[in-house]
């Protein structure tokens, strides 16, 4: 039993290591362009 906690320990700071790693390296922005769209405003 302690051998089994012991494991999942390890597999949740590996995890939570790998979450953190992930947060700060990995490039998940999106591809930004500028996009003009002509607007007509009728004024009665």
């Known amino acids: 039993m302690r051998y089994l906690l012991r494991g999942l320990v390890y597999l949740v ?25 002509p607007v007509r405003i009728d004024g009665n």
């Open 13 to 37: 700071v590996l995890g939570a290591l790998g979450l953190a790693a992930f947060a700060y390296l990995g490039d998940l922005s999106p591809v930004q362009h500028e996009m003009s769209i």
